[in-house]
């Protein structure tokens, strides 16, 4: 019979732009969350810019948009979007 693994849980995704990248990636690995970066072109009111996306697994939220926060100052933005998604997965 096979186990049942599925997982109901958040996940933050902090879209950011494509500034100081080593930075905010040892940001991350110092930080001891699990993440994911993933690297694209996006626009910001208009304007096409290199953007990245940081998704968050099983981080409480208070500790995901502290490190938005972070990033934010590093990046010198006036704002940086922080999403909260609803996630169900199993572990293979």
Known sequence: ???NLSKESV???I?????????????????GLDYTIFYGDGSWHGAAEYS???????SPRIVAESLAQIIKFINGQAA???QEIPTSGVLL
């Open 80 to 82: 940086i979007l922080i």
């Open 15 to 31: 879209l950011t732009e494509r500034k100081n990248a080593d930075q905010v990636k040892n940001l991350l690995v110092a930080s």
């Open 1 to 3: 019979m096979p186990l």
């Open 11 to 13: 996940m933050y995704r």
């Open 52 to 58: 990245m996306a940081i998704e968050l697994d099983n």
